[in-house]
């Protein structure tokens, strides 16, 4: 479902967004406001997901759980 | 040339103009550009001193009349009648014809001194009932003195006559004829009295005094009076005693006087008479209730008056302040006696010129003045103020910016990206989906009640927290946002899409997970990472990475705008001699550590069966032993070590250029000039033997160029605007200037980047916070049962909440936004901004009248 293509989707879609935002900005003295805020959040929002995610594609280590009743917990360390 | 639209990107196109306004309607020209608020005038009378000036006599009237206001405004808080409010008056802000400022004045003088008037017979009157009240209770008090001591006068008597009296008669046989002896007075026996009352505090004193002076000859005689007089100067409550003191001999009473009289205390007589002195109560009670009316009448009179001001005083101050700023401007214009001309110069957006014009062409008609009102746009070297137009959303960003400094005259604006940039890095560290719901909530509902809030008086703390709402709003906004991606809500998490990780064993619980076949988690991290033993280990890792990437996206950022600065300003040299090697020098190492981190993540190392190398000992391994790996049977990627000598050298080589390349070719253009004949302004070199006397001239005038006399107020304004801003060419200067700052470059490309770093830190400390505040408060009381658990789970719950806005959204989002801020004013400010621009300041009544709010 989600692999290395969501990566190019989730690119796609945000080049798409700023453009849209680029053009359909409301007219007037506040233009330049909004043209940069949108297309600064939605770079800035990309941002955090891909790393977010990058960081999940080929994780080194894996969930150890912590809560296990003792006789599951072959390795306690307390 | 139609000019261009004004943006927050840089700031707005400033003109210089002069204005050549006719005498008589100087003060309604102003005033109407007062109103309009976009026009920075220039003081052109800058050598002369504030009295010498024009209109110093009219702000002085108006000095007079803003006190008699002011002192109005106390008589009212005293009295503790309300102020009618500004604001519920529809338009405050039109501005009265001269003759209406004169009737305003008039009227306050008139009322002014009715109103003192009226408070001096009122305060003379309530003296005078202080005075009786005072009375009646030394009548009062004393009048049991003398019923006591009239018991006594016999004993006196008889003690004084026969000195070898036994000591103890009196005891024995109690006297007789005392009642008859009663009415005996002392004036018989030569003992007189003073009574009257002393503030408490000094009776002490006063008796110590007494003693001392007359060596223990007198009788005195004091007691409390139960009730506080009140000083009508002063309004205090004072308590006071009564005394009476009984003395031998004139001279001792008149001494006795003195030292009461000296010591604060007010005398009353009393008469000995018990009939004389019950008339004199009497007498005194009925004084005291014609006063209490008479008093009660002023106070209703006094009282009626200031209401009625009070109705209007606030437009009152309104037109008085307006109208002491437009004679202030006014003073700063210079006056042309012949021409009956006011001129003055004033910066101005450019954009604003249009509607400068058409306002004067107004005030012009309306006066029905033949002369109109001249604006003139004046060409000069002098660089125009910094103006932004901000509304209510941009203006707190622009005001961290101006925090930091002036942004130089059409520079780039870092305001603009603030917007975003600020609250996301906030976010970044502050990232919670709850706390981030909280501060979106409590900013929208500050939003919602704008109108109310700003009106009413606030404390510094939430009016600070009120101005800068919209950050609030957007932080909220994003906090969320980075509350999702690391699937944190109040610490729990958040499980919105299947996991990528199923829990081993053979009934499925662990204690290891194994990954779902070509399944990444879609967005943000996996829930299922929460409350894992090595949760830590895997977030650690990515937070740290995120922040480097973060900081090396928001640097390289930064870092462009001094190009784009480069090509507005024409400077090409900043763009090779800065930019570009600055540039390269930060990619080869930053760029490469960014390139790095998103590569070793793409590659599967368990599906090749490699151990991934360590980043940082690769960086440290880079610059130490340039052209080796510390693995190099286990590189990132192949040819690395080749790749890693060459991005070593390219940041080398940048070092020198950034070093030498500008201040070389400034003074390579700067001899070339010279070569060429140009010479500086105010080079004082000889060109000829005909200009010496010239020269002389200038050299008397103190080096400036002829000022032109008085009269001719244009050929000075013009004079003046070409004095000063012109830099002499110092090489050495441009020399120790580009060594600081490429030293500053190359040292803050490194601890800058470790800089950000604080964005994980703080992230990670937010969030190990929130589960303690967790299992400390809301865990604890879920492990109970039964009624106490109920009740536990109410209090607890209150607790947890109260500590997650005051300990989590409070302390932590104050201490995250200073960390921001300084993200924003050093990592990122620094890489481009120059800030050496002045503040344009326009005269402007709603500034003014939010400056000094009237409440």
Not at chain 1, 35 to 53: D, E, N
Not at chain 2, 158 to 186: I, K, T, Y
Not at chain 2, 467 to 492: E, H, N, Q
Request: proline letters at 4%; hydrophobic letters at 45%; charged letters at 20%.
């Amino acid at each position: 479902m989600a692999n290395g293509w969501s990566l190019i989707i989730g690119l796609a879609f945000i080049v798409i967004f700023c453009i849209v935002s680029w053009f359909a900005a409301p007219k007037g003295e506040n233009q330049t406001v909004w043209r940069s805020t949108l297309i600064l959040s939605a770079v800035a929002c990309f941002l955090m997901w891909a790393i977010t995610f990058l960081a999940q594609w080929h994780p080194l280590i894996v969930p150890r759980r912590l809560d296990l009743r003792p006789e599951h917990e072959p390795s306690r360390r307390f | 040339m139609a000019p261009s639209k004004d943006t927050l990107f840089r700031s707005a196109d400033m003109s210089l103009t002069q204005l050549y306004i006719a005498n008589e309607i100087g003060r309604e020209v102003v005033s109407a550009l007062g109103e309009l608020g976009v026009m920075d005038f220039r003081d052109l009378n800058a050598d002369t001193t504030a009295f010498q000036r024009t209109f110093t006599q009219e702000i002085r009237r108006l000095d007079n009349v803003e006190r008699q206001l002011r002192y109005f405004h106390s008589q009212m808080d005293r009295a503790s009648i309300p102020m009618r409010s500004i604001y519920d008056f529809n338009n405050p802000f039109t501005s009265p014809s001269a003759s209406e400022i004169d009737e305003l004045a008039d009227k306050s003088q008139s009322l002014e001194s009715r109103i003192s008037s009226l408070n001096e017979s009122y305060e003379t009157l309530k003296k005078r009932e202080v005075e009786l009240t005072e009375w009646r209770w030394v009548l009062r008090e004393a009048g049991g003195f003398f019923d006591r001591a009239r018991g006594q006068t016999e004993e006196i008597r008889h003690s004084m006559d026969n000195d070898d009296a036994p000591l103890l008669r009196d005891v024995e046989q109690p006297p007789q004829n005392s009642e008859a002896a009663g009415d005996r007075s002392f004036s018989v026996m030569n003992i007189g009295f003073v009574a009257g009352v002393i503030p408490r505090e000094r009776i002490a004193a006063f008796e110590r005094i007494l003693w001392r002076t007359l060596r223990g000859n007198l009788y005195m005689n004091q007691s409390e009076i139960p009730e506080a007089i009140i000083d009508p100067e002063t309004n205090e409550e004072v308590s006071k005693n009564v005394f009476i003191i009984f003395a031998h001999g004139k001279e001792i009473i008149a001494k006795i006087r003195k030292i009461s009289e000296s010591l604060g205390a007010d005398l009353y007589s009393v008469d000995e008479n018990s009939e004389l002195r019950r008339d004199q109560i009497h007498e005194v009670n009925t004084r005291l209730n014609d006063l209490a009316s008479v008093l009660r009448n002023t106070k209703q009179t006094l009282d009626a008056e200031l209401t009625a001001i009070s109705r209007s005083l606030a437009p009152w101050m309104t037109i008085i302040k307006k109208e002491k700023a437009v004679y202030e401007t006014l003073n700063k214009f210079s006056y042309d006696h012949q021409r009956k001309t006011l001129i003055a110069e004033a910066w101005a957006p450019t954009n604003s010129l249009g509607l400068i014009k058409s306002t004067l062409q107004d005030v012009n008609d309306r006066a029905g003045l033949s002369v109109p009102t001249i604006v003139n746009q004046v060409k000069t070297t002098k660089t125009p103020p910094t103006y932004f137009k901000t509304n209510k959303f941009t203006l707190a960003f622009q005001t961290i910016i101006d925090a930091y400094g002036t942004i130089k005259y059409r520079e780039v604006n870092p305001g603009l990206p603030t917007i975003v940039t600020f609250p996301f890095l906030f976010a970044v560290m502050f990232g919670d989906f709850g706390h981030g719901t909280i501060l979106f909530l409590a900013a929208l509902a500050m939003i919602y009640y704008e109108k109310p809030l700003s009106r009413s008086k606030l404390d510094e703390l939430f009016s600070m927290i009120f101005y800068g709402r919209y950050i609030v709003l957007m932080m909220g906004i994003f906090s969320m946002y980075t509350g999702l991606i690391y699937c944190d809500a109040f610490s729990k998490e958040l499980p919105l899409f299947p996991s990528m990780w199923k829990w081993q064993g053979e009934d499925g619980t662990g204690p290891e997970a194994v990954r779902v076949d070509n399944y990444t988690y879609p967005f943000g991290m996996d829930w299922r990472w929460h409350d894992t033993e090595n949760d830590l280990l895997f977030s650690n890792s990515y937070k740290m990475k995120l922040s480097i990437l973060l900081g090396w996206a928001h640097m390289t950022f930064s870092l462009c705008w001094s190009f784009v600065n480069a090509r507005h300003f024409k400077t090409p040299i900043d763009i090779w001699g800065n930019f570009i090697p600055g540039m390269i020098f930060f990619q080869s190492i930053f760029g490469y550590l960014a390139f790095s981190i998103v590569y070793k993540w793409c590659v599967d190392w368990v599906a090749i069966s490699q151990d991934p190398p360590s980043l940082l000992n690769m960086l440290i391994y880079m610059f130490l032993q340039p052209g080796t790996l510390e693995n190099p049977d286990a590189p990132l990627y192949h040819g690395q070590a080749k790749v890693q000598v060459i991005l070593l050298m390219m940041a080398l080589i940048c070092v020198p250029i950034l070093l030498f390349l500008k201040p070389f070719y400034l003074r390579w253009e700067h001899n070339k000039a010279r070569a060429m004949g140009y010479r500086g302004i105010g080079e004082s070199i000889r060109v000829s033997a005909l200009d010496d006397d010239d020269e002389e001239g200038q050299m008397l005038n103190g080096g400036r160029e002829s000022f032109g006399d008085d009269e001719d107020g244009v050929a000075m304004i013009t004079q003046d605007i070409g004095a000063g801003e012109h830099e002499e060419f110092e090489f050495s200067e441009i020399m120790i200037h580009q060594v600081i700052h490429t030293i500053e470059f190359c040292l803050n490309c490194v601890s800058h980047t470790a800089s950000y770093l604080r964005l994980w830190a703080l992230s990670l400390a937010h969030q190990r916070l929130s589960i303690v505040l967790w299992d400390m408060t809301m865990n604890i009381a879920f492990s109970m049962t039964g009624i106490t658990g109920v009740i536990a789970i109410v209090v607890v719950f209150y607790l947890w909440f109260i500590l997650t806005v005051f300990v989590l959204c409070v302390m932590e989002g104050t201490s995250a936004m200073l960390h921001s801020l300084r993200l924003h004013w050093v990592e990122a400010m620094s890489k481009h901004f120059m800030g050496d621009g002045m503040p344009f300041e326009p005269f402007s009544f709603k500034t003014l009248l939010e400056e000094e709010p009237i409440e």
